[in-house]
T-cell receptor, first 113, second 111 residues
Framework: DTGVSQDPRHKITKRGQNVTFRCDPI?????LYWYRQTLGQGPEFLTY????????KSRLLSDRFSAERPKGSFSTLEIQRTEQGDSAMYLC???????????FGPGTRLLVL | GNSVTQMEGPVTLSEEAFLTINCTYT??????LFWYVQYPGEGLQLLLK?????DKGSNKGFEATYRKETTSFHLEKGSVQVSDSAVYFC??????????FGKGTKLTVNP
């Protein structure tokens, strides 16, 4: 059984640059979630998809952030004009609609210089 | 909104010691409760869960009981091992799809 995968695992960028992360959920998982985790904190919810529809967005998801899941399979999270405060681990999770448990990927660690 | 208050760490124990990590929550309705574990260099893994009052979740010797009257979901293990060293997160889900996590408790077990 293939788990949730994320790419890249690490990203270093300069302030003001755009970055894009990819998440591939467990196959047949309709729901896909994005979270952000800063050092010493628990993950914080950003947004989630049911198939290709984005159903909920946190107020943490500023206008510089956009997430897509165009075909209801993989998802991308783009951050435009990165700021140093965007440095964090970005986590993706997936779940079956009828399931109780969200399964997490290994995360993408972003460092903005 | 929902929230979780988790025992602050770090916690350092000797092998075979008893472990308790306290977790209390606020949520409306009938939330589900989870413990996730994050081993060094790895992603979050589900450790155990409980979906209704008085349910006991258990896995790998860890246990937690869903106590609605005290809004608690404390994690316990009778005899910890060095391999249990990790960060433990309590989480609640209720009223929406999002998981709300505590800040995490770092556990170090010494031989």
């Amino acid at each position: 059984d293939t788990g949730v995968s994320q790419d890249p695992r690490h990203k270093i960028t300069k302030r003001g640059q755009n970055v894009t992360f990819r998440c591939d959920p467990i196959s047949e998982h309709n729901r896909l979630y994005w979270y952000r985790q800063t050092l010493g904190q628990g993950p914080e919810f950003l947004t989630y998809f049911q198939n290709e529809a984005q159903l909920e967005k946190s107020r943490l998801l500023s206008d510089r952030f956009s997430a897509e899941r165009p075909k209801g399979s993989f998802s991308t999270l783009e951050i435009q004009r990165t700021e140093q405060g965007d440095s964090a681990m970005y986590l993706c999770a997936s779940k079956k609609t009828s399931g109780e448990t969200q399964y997490f990927g290994p995360g993408t660690r972003l460092l903005v210089l | 909104g929902n929230s979780v208050t988790q025992m602050e760490g770090p916690v350092t124990l000797s092998e075979e010691a008893f472990l308790t990590i306290n977790c209390t929550y606020t949520a409306t309705g009938y939330p589900s409760l989870f413990w996730y574990v994050q081993y060094p260099g790895e992603g979050l893994q589900l450790l155990l869960k409980a979906t209704k009052a008085d349910d006991k979740g258990s896995n790998k010797g860890f246990e937690a009981t869903y106590r609605k009257e005290t809004t608690s979901f404390h994690l316990e293990k009778g005899s910890v091992q060095v391999s249990d060293s990790a960060v433990y997160f309590c989480a609640v889900q209720g009223g929406s799809e999002k998981l709300v996590f505590g800040k995490g408790t770092k556990l170090t077990v010494n031989p």
